[in-house]
């Protein structure tokens, strides 16, 4: 697996933050904060002042980055929570009640008061004689101020009293006895009021899960994830307290939180948020079952609102005699007026493709709706039966189950979100860029030399039939892919693109849409994405492949490459068992794709299971010197693709050659030295959102150049220095 420094997810990116029709916002509630237990409660509240809702937001997004503290991140994986605490407007109260008295902190309901002191009697066996001694004291409160209930009007000490003193004969029988009952008799009363306070919900935008340790103490952090919380502007705005939660046993992990605002039209306007429920529920348990505490909700659209959508968040944890909740595939049900109109298996199944790998742990297995390290995936349902003339039920089931031990609970969030109507008739986004991308979470199936791989969205209300995708790398000749099928309002797809012109003058990947249905896009500003990325490794003609099985490979795997029109080039399946395979080589040149699988999603190696450690590699002919040596315990497969005689375009090839940058970690001024091109460099600055960023760069002379950054947050960037047919990135930190 290739381990970079975390860039935002290709969702952001450059285009989306620096739209033309407006401007960024970004809100930042928690710094580094070091979540953990013990000590502390692991909920971080935070007040923060979002924008004010004057403006429209066409994405809202949450940028949610975990890293270590400085004594290391917690080797297990937790859940974790973001949500808003909203007021709602509606109040309740809460009685309280203060005792007229208390006797030494107690609150009986009626005391004999002495002020004189008493006496208790005894038998003295010496004396054969009645005796008697003062009886004990006993410290008085008095609460008699009712405006004021909890401040104490008197104190003072008593005696002990109301029992039975007792009178014996001479062998120490009891023969009478007489009542104390002191100087009065007090009966409680109490004090009542009640304590008015504002309901408020909390409403779950994020979760993630956390990554297991990783084998022998390696790690890759920060991870920056980024959730689309567009659909919360609604309360995405003015003072607000937002909830970080850790769900962590141990000490844990750093979490920054930014709030990502771009100024514009979304595909449509979100209006509220009705809040359905929010925490964990136990899972089997007859006496208290998870059905009867998920209550229905009422649902009806205002004058202004179009549409309704459930978002619904579920990922099952704890495991009984059958591994329920966590491992086991059970389905939720979502009923509208009581009739069933959906149903959603809480599984995820492809864990063992997991792009943080290898962990320690359990990571390849499938869970209940999440994997180690990722997010808690939210399910978004239009609700098409929303009406604006009556209250429609939604309600929200599970499968019956009876637990048998364990403590099995699924933590579930459910929001409905009203949106106005569509605010364009003809319209398309270009979502995301799976490949080319050097962003971490598709660090599976990157890098390419191949075809590239997008997301697009209808973001119109007319069904989206045709579109001409124009595509390729910064600087070079742009390729045209004309798109066919129909994708009904909001919904996406992913379109394989033909093999670009790789010629280029950056390691930019650009794709721009148009002529939507052949006609004229109405809103640009989603027309347009672009991202970095890294170039594939080059292997020559000709050189060897060392395969060693392991003791299931015979059952489990399956081992091919494919040249770039996907003819098969070599195989190996049906193989023996803890064997070593030895097979040479000779390719022409072009574009290459290793592809690995593994049925029992363990990978050639894992150390919770019975096989043996198989290997795979590339090497030289001549003697072992490899030039590709792949991770063993990769879980379910391996996508790798190749250049075969030449690198990706030779003019552009990314090689390595030595730069001196320093200082580092920088104030803002930083040198770059070792450039013997007498050309001008082309050196740029990114944030870890992938955003270039505006710089000085003056030649010092002697292949010294300066870089001056103005007053940026401290963080990592990324410094890329291109200069002639080589090219060079480095972390830099500025402070």
Do not use: P
């Given at each position: 697996m290739k381990k970079t420094l975390i860039t935002i997810w290709t969702l952001l990116f450059t285009v989306l933050l620096f739209a033309t029709e407006g401007d960024t916002t970004v809100v930042r509630s928690h710094d580094q904060q070091h979540m953990k237990f013990p000590p502390g409660n692991r909920n971080y509240t935070n007040r923060v002042k979002f924008p004010d809702g004057s403006k429209t937001y066409r994405k809202i997004l949450l940028a949610y980055e975990l890293g270590c503290p400085s004594n290391g991140c917690s080797t297990w994986d937790y859940d974790?929570?973001?949500?808003?605490?909203?007021p709602t407007g509606t109040f309740d109260s809460t009685m309280g009640q203060q005792a007229f008295f208390e006797v030494s902190n107690t609150s009986p309901d009626s005391f004999y008061i002495s002020i004189s002191p008493t006496y208790q009697t005894f038998f003295d066996t010496?004396?054969?004689?009645?005796?008697?001694?003062?009886?004990?004291?006993?410290?008085?409160d008095e609460y008699r101020n009712a405006s004021s209930p909890t401040t104490i009007t008197n104190s003072f000490t008593a005696f002990e009293t109301g029992y039975y003193k007792y009178y014996y004969d001479s062998i120490g029988a009891v023969i009478d006895s007489v009542f104390e009952n002191g100087d009065s008799l007090w009966h409680q009363g109490y004090h009542t009021w009640y304590t008015v306070f504002e309901i408020k919900n909390t409403i779950e935008v994020a979760r993630l899960i956390t990554p297991y340790g990783e084998p022998g103490g390696v790690n890759y952090y920060p991870y920056t994830y980024v959730f689309d919380v567009t659909d919360y502007a609604p309360i995405l705005k003015d003072s607000m307290d937002v909830l970080l939660r850790f769900a962590g046993w141990q000490d844990g992990f750093l979490a920054t939180l930014d709030f990502i605002f771009v100024e514009g039209t979304p595909p449509r306007t979100p209006k509220r948020v009705l809040h359905m429920y929010n925490g964990s529920f136990a899972y089997g348990n007859a006496n208290n079952p998870i059905n009867g505490r998920l209550k229905p909700i009422g649902v009806k659209l205002n004058s202004d609102e179009s549409f309704a959508q459930l978002n619904y968040t579920v990922t099952g944890h704890g495991a009984d005699n059958i591994g329920c909740s966590e491992f086991c595939a059970?389905?939720?049900?979502?009923?509208?007026n009581g009739s069933l109109k959906l149903s959603k298996l809480v599984w995820k199944d492809d864990c063992g493709y997991n792009p943080i790998y290898p962990q320690g742990g359990t990571w390849i297995y499938n869970r209940a709706n999440w994997c180690p390290g990722l997010p808690g995936y939210m399910d978004r349902y239009e609700l098409p039966w929303a009406s604006k003339l009556v209250t429609d039920s939604l309600k929200v089931d599970f499968d019956n189950h009876t637990a048998s031990g364990g403590n099995p609970s699924y933590s579930i969030s459910g929001d409905v979100v009203t949106f106005g109507p569509a605010n364009f008739t003809l319209d398309a986004a270009i979502e995301e860029i799976l490949a080319p991308n050097n962003n971490w979470l598709h660090s599976r199936y990157n890098p390419i030399c191949n075809k590239p791989r997008i997301v697009i969205k209808n973001t119109?209300?007319?069904?989206?039939?045709?579109?001409?995708i124009s595509y390729g790398p910064k600087g070079g000749n742009k390729s045209v892919f004309s798109?066919?099928?129909?994708?009904?309002?909001?919904?996406?797809?992913?379109?394989v693109l033909d093999r670009p012109d790789w010629a280029r003058t950056d390691d930019i990947f650009e794709v721009e849409i148009s002529e939507p249905n052949g006609g004229t896009d109405e809103y640009a500003s989603n027309d347009f994405l672009n991202t970095a990325f890294d170039v594939p490794d080059v292997m020559p003609n000709d050189f060897r492949i060392f395969y060693m099985t392991n003791n299931r490979s015979s059952a489990e795997n399956v081992l091919y490459i494919q040249d770039e029109d996907e003819n098969l080039v070599y195989t190996k399946f049906n193989v023996s068992n803890s064997t070593l395979y030895q097979d040479t080589m000779n390719l022409e040149n072009g574009c290459y794709?290793?592809?690995?699988?593994?049925?029992?999603?363990?990978?050639?190696?894992f150390w919770n299971s019975s096989q043996t450690n198989g290997s795979l590699r590339f090497h030289r002919i001549e003697n072992m010197a490899a030039y590709k040596v792949f991770e063993t315990d990769f879980g379910s497969r391996v996508d790798y693709q190749f250049m075969v005689g030449s690198p990706l375009t030779v003019n552009e090839a990314k090689m390595d050659f030595k730069l001196n940058v320093y200082p580092n970690p920088s104030e803002g001024l930083i040198y770059v030295e070792g450039i013997t091109s007498d050309k001008s460099p082309a050196i740029a600055l990114f944030d870890q959102m992938g955003r270039s960023l505006q710089i000085t760069v003056t030649n010092r002379g002697n292949g010294l150049w300066s870089v001056q950054a103005p007053s940026y947050a401290k963080g990592i960037y990324t410094l890329r220095v291109l200069a002639e047919s080589q090219s060079k990135t480095v972390k830099v930190m500025l402070e």
């Open positions: 974790t929570h973001v949500s808003i605490i909203r010496a004396s054969k004689v009645t005796d008697s001694l003062m009886s004990d004291t006993v410290f008085i059970k389905s939720y049900h979502v009923s509208w119109g209300s007319t069904n989206l039939t045709s579109l001409k798109w066919t099928g129909n994708l009904k309002f909001l919904d996406t797809t992913t379109v794709t290793l592809t690995l699988t593994d049925a029992g999603n363990d990978g050639l190696e």
